[in-house]
């Protein structure tokens, strides 16, 4: 089945709980990039759900808990770009659990409850501002490939001649960096599946302790 289809699964109704594990996410990107990384991280316990769209949590968390299989669910994971306000993005999700009528981790990363246990990790994190295109642009940095340089100039060439662009610069120069790549990569997600961001950078470590963290027992 092809990613398309399954994102047009992730409507609670008609969405069915199939491991013993969920990560919750996003929207399509994240979905691919996640998709991805558990398969590089041989993590076949986690099943992921796409909330199409960050506002959406707190509606689909209260069809998901009514689901047949719900309380076969060991441990929930929820995953949000930090943004602008990581303090505001975590009390957001946290106030979507409660509504719920789930355990509320106090902490990002902390296992909270039972049966199941909830964790939710911001991205970057609690403490930064930012997204996941942030993060892989990071990665990319540690790689030290040479293209970034190359963004970084198109981006000072566009700020020298007062040319105006997305606000969402970090979205911007994801987009400018997949063009450097030889074959065309429409988004940060295809960019996963052909392996772009390198899944072994320290960068992705949180992200990684924090998969593995819910698939335990």
């Known amino acids: ?84 306000n990581p ?43 930012g997204s996941l295109e942030d993060l892989c642009l990071e990665a990319i940095a540690e790689a030290q490939d040479r293209a970034l340089d190359c963004v970084d100039a198109y981006f000072s060439c566009l700020r020298k001649n007062k040319i105006k662009f997305s606000k969402k610069v970090f979205k911007a120069k994801v987009q400018v960096f997949l063009a450097s790549r030889r074959e065309y990569i429409p988004d940060l997600g295809i960019a996963a599946k052909r392996s772009v961001w390198p899944w072994d950078s320290h960068v992705f470590a949180k992200i990684k302790d924090f998969l593995f963290d819910l698939a335990s027992k």
Do not use: W
């Open 87 to 129: 303090i505001g993005a975590f009390q957001s999700i946290q106030s979507a659990l409660k509504n719920a009528g789930l355990a509320v981790p106090k902490e990002e990363l902390t296992l909270a409850g039972k049966n199941p246990r909830i964790s939710i990790c911001l991205i970057p994190g609690i403490n930064q501002k």
């Open 1 to 84: 089945m092809g990613t398309n289809s399954k994102l047009k699964n992730c409507c609670p109704k008609y969405f069915q709980i199939e491991k013993p594990h969920l990560l919750i996410v996003e929207g399509k990107d994240d979905y691919q990039f996640f998709e991805s990384f558990l398969e590089h991280l041989n993590l076949q316990g986690i099943q992921l759900f796409c909330l199409e769209g960050k506002n959406n949590l707190n509606n689909k968390l209260k069809a998901l808990v009514r689901l047949p299989n719900f309380s076969l669910l060991e441990s929930i994971g929820i995953t949000r770009d930090s943004d602008d």
